[in-house]
């Protein structure tokens, strides 16, 4: 039966983060902002130790479809994840995405691993100092079209031998050497296979061979590091590799695209909390101001102010139902890339619109740095990038809706 | 919790009535926008899916089903895929025959019930929407007074579907004295011979071309304090609660009707070569369509959690407000996106997206048009 009710624990557990967003995030966000690449070490400690729930964790959540006890999961746990993530982002985007935890090198193990590499890989995250997984796919030549990464990956005896660069590494530096986290980095067994032949391996800190060479200077998200990251004749046991080393036909792309249906509902959530900030802010401003919405009454009556309002409000709802949906689907074992896509790229892009207007509409002030509405707008827009741009989820869609592959529809 | 789903019942339901759209609806569509006739036998049939009696008790001739907004919404998303004139015909009993069934009187629920629970179509409707720029259902134009031991209703009416068709006509008006807002509007059942009431030659629209809608004036009408929706006093009409529903079915009908678009454009993209290949082979197409897609989906999920807010017996005026708002111009975008997919052939008669870009435009206008 449709509902969009939340249960009253994941409700509870909400609200409690709902207050650390707003006790102990936001009070500290402008400071991150300001003083990029420097490290919130108090806050990570209180959120390693806070957060112990795997639901904070993007990557954790078992999805829905696999065959495991949680093959329907009760609990909803990536419904809730997106839930929480949204509360956090709220606080700041920047600061959630430095939170210690797996992240999307995380993601990436719970989708293409194995049991057995899911206990040896993650288990770290629930006990001792706080640590950072990463991802790295991007390189500096290629992006979206993430099939054509030139990182090599060759078997020398009991050992994968990894050389290449990669860079928009999130957390990159915490996960490579400044904690006992992990990489996971995508390389090529065959370029002559094209995507079939790209396979992740996880590349423990300090690994030699592995090195941080930049941590980029960003318009937003500032309190997260993004690393560059050079493999040269990085070596690792065999059995870091992901999923099988087999090259099939088909197969071995579908586990970044099965990462990505786990995180694009995730990276929607981070935009709504943005969103919402925004929004929440607009609404108190507007209020002092002595404008109020009038919800319900003809459109010809309305203010422009309203009318903008409005709609940046039922904006972000339509955002977050949709990401809902998405993470609802993987709950309950349905494949989820159209939805994903289609949540990512609609809070992507809303987002960044209702943070724009959201400046506009406070006039000059919404200039000043004396406020957060213009970093929630510089925060905003890397959701309309990252783990997809909006234009690579377009063509997701549009070749789920139409039936066509990848190579008809380029 | 959470959930997606529709229930069993109602994925029942939507495939019977999607059915009854793409099979019966659809192919009727242009005919009657093209002559502004609907076919007898085709509103006939629908009379048989229980569109309209569904909900009514079995005591007074109906089939006892419990009426849910979701539900509504789907049911009208489908025969608004279908043709959204059509659905609007096939829909205006309920105007006056689910705000009795809710909010009538015991007495109003006896004479007019039975109306709408019988073994065949029988037209009713309502009168809501006035001719100006900024009409709003908080504040209307037309005014009931009290006189003596009845009211006087002065005022113009205009989009009133079936009221040439319709004995009776439920009118909406501002109650002189108290407070303006929703909470003020009162409703009147209005036989249209009334003295006083004058129902316009038919309305010629831009769009839902089949569909038959009049002006109604009402000058000195003089009707008794049994007229009044809720009883002599009207505290059982709850106004607001109407006027979500009403939010609700128009929303879930924006919804329909961008569907057909967005599924006509997309396939006719697969069909239609340029330069050597399919025009949906080319992202400037495969964009616009795939954008399409998202608004279908996202204006029908804030629709249905207006309903399902609806169905739980809380307030969703503002949820519903904002959903249909956002309905209604998501498909006047994707209609027109569909024309423009079709490029010079959407602008042809010959198909339907040019229909559909006019019906769409009137959802600004609709306001209390249909019922879930």
Redesign the interface.
């Known amino acids: 039966?449709?509902?969009?009710?939340?249960?009253t624990e994941l409700c509870q557990r909400r609200d409690a983060l709902r207050s650390i967003a707003r006790d102990v995030i936001r009070p500290i966000s402008r400071e991150y902002d300001e003083r990029e690449h420097e490290r919130p070490t108090k806050f990570w400690e209180l959120m390693w130790n806070a957060s112990r729930q795997a639901e904070l964790r993007p990557g954790t959540a078992p999805r829905g479809g696999e065959k495991s006890d949680k093959a329907r999961s009760p609990e909803?746990r990536n419904?809730a994840t997106i839930v929480l993530t949204e509360e956090l982002c709220w606080g700041d985007a920047g600061l959630y995405l430095s939170i210690p935890n797996p992240g999307l090198g995380g993601a990436a193990v719970a989708a293409a691993g194995t049991p057995e590499q899911k206990e040896r890989f993650l288990k770290r995250f629930r006990e001792g100092a706080p640590k950072w997984g990463a991802m790295a796919i991007t390189e500096p030549g290629c992006g979206s079209d993430s099939a054509a990464v030139t990182t090599t990956a060759v078997r020398d005896g009991d050992q994968w031998v990894i050389n290449g660069t990669k860079i928009f590494c999130t957390a990159g530096e915490m996960a490579v050497d400044k904690s006992e986290g992990f990489v996971v980095v995508w390389a090529t067994l065959d370029k002559r296979a094209g995507r079939a032949g790209i396979k992740p391996f996880v590349v423990e800190h300090h690994t030699p061979g592995m090195s941080v060479i930049r941590v980029e200077n960003k318009l937003g998200i500032r309190a997260s590091d993004t690393a560059a990251l050079v493999f040269d004749d990085c070596r690792v046991p065999l059995d870091h590799i992901l999923g099988s080393p087999e090259i099939q036909r088909e197969g071995g792309f579908k586990d970044v695209m099965a990462t990505f249906d786990a995180t694009r509902p995730i990276v929607a959530a981070m935009a709504i909390g943005v969103g919402r900030a925004a929004l929440d802010f607009v609404r108190d401003f507007l209020a002092e101001q002595k404008v109020t919405i009038r919800?319900?009454?003809?459109?010809?009556?309305l203010s422009a102010v309203e009318r903008d309002f409005?709609e940046m409000?039922?904006?972000l709802?339509?955002?977050r139902?949709?990401a809902?949906?998405a993470a609802?689907?993987m709950d309950?074992g349905q494949r989820n890339s159209l939805?994903a896509s289609?949540a990512k790229?609609?809070a992507g892009l809303a987002v960044t619109q209702i943070t724009q207007k959201a400046v506009e509409l406070m006039g000059p002030l919404g200039y000043s740095r004396r406020f957060l509405i213009e970093k929630w707008m510089r925060d905003a827009k890397i959701n309309d990038i990252f783990e997809g741009t909006q234009?690579i989820n377009?063509?997701i869609?549009?070749?789920r809706?139409?039936g066509?592959s990848s190579k008809?529809?380029t | 919790m959470v959930s997606f789903e529709l229930s069993e019942e109602q994925r029942m339901i939507r495939n019977t009535v999607e059915a009854f759209a793409r099979e019966e609806i659809r192919p009727a569509a242009r005919p009657a926008d093209e002559t502004g006739t609907i076919p007898e036998e085709l509103v006939a049939k629908s009379w048989e899916l229980g569109l309209v009696a569904g909900p009514i008790p079995s005591e007074f001739g109906g089939l006892d089903d419990q009426r849910s907004a979701v539900t509504g919404a789907v049911v009208a998303e489908e025969l608004a895929f279908g043709d959204l004139a059509i659905a609007l015909h096939m829909l205006a009993p309920r105007l006056i025959a689910y705000p009795v069934l809710e909010m009538g009187g015991d007495d109003q629920r006896k004479r007019y019930l039975p109306m709408f629970a019988g073994d065949r179509f029988v037209p009713g409707t309502a009168a809501i929407i006035e001719p100006r720029y900024d009409f709003d259902l908080g504040d209307m134009a037309t005014v009931a007074r009290r006189d003596g031991s009845g009211y006087v209703l002065e005022g113009h009416k205009c989009f009133v579907p079936l009221a040439q068709e319709s004995r009776d006509v439920l009118v909406y008006a501002a109650m002189k004295g108290e407070p303006s807002g929703l909470s003020g509007v009162a409703g009147f059942i209005i036989a249209h011979d009334t003295p006083g009431v004058t129902i316009s030659e038919r309305e010629k629209n831009m769009g839902i071309k089949a569909l038959a809608t009049y002006e109604l004036t009402l000058k000195d009408c003089r009707i008794s304090s049994e007229a009044r929706l809720g009883g002599a006093s009207g505290t059982k009409l709850n106004f607001p609660r109407l006027t979500s529903e009403a939010r609700v079915a128009l929303g879930a009908m924006g919804v329909g009707v961008a569907r057909a678009a967005y599924e006509y454009a997309r396939d006719y993209a697969k069909e239609r070569k340029a330069f050597g290949a399919p025009i949906a082979t080319r992202q400037a197409i495969a964009f616009m369509l795939a954008e399409m897609a998202i608004e279908v989906d996202a204006s029908r999920l804030l629709v249905w959690q207006a309903a399902a807010t609806l169905d739980k017996g809380d307030d969703a005026l503002k949820q519903s407000y904002l959903a249909r708002n956002y309905a209604a111009a998501a498909a006047l975008k994707i209609t027109d996106n569909a024309v423009q997919v079709l490029g010079g052939h959407g602008y042809i008669r010959e198909h339907p997206v040019e229909m559909w870009l006019r019906n769409a435009r009137g959802f600004s206008s609709f306001e209390g048009l249909a019922t879930v």
């Not at chain 1, 039966?1 to 249960?7: A, S």
């Not at chain 1, 919800?295 to 009556?301: A, F, K, V």
Request: net charge negative; charged share 25%; no cysteine.
């Open positions: 039966m449709i509902d969009f009710e939340l249960g909803y419904l919800y319900g009454l003809s459109p010809r009556r409005m409000e039922v904006q709802e339509a955002a139902l949709l809902w949906r609802w689907m309950v939805e289609m790229a609609k234009q377009l063509l869609i549009a070749r809706i139409l066509y008809e529809l």
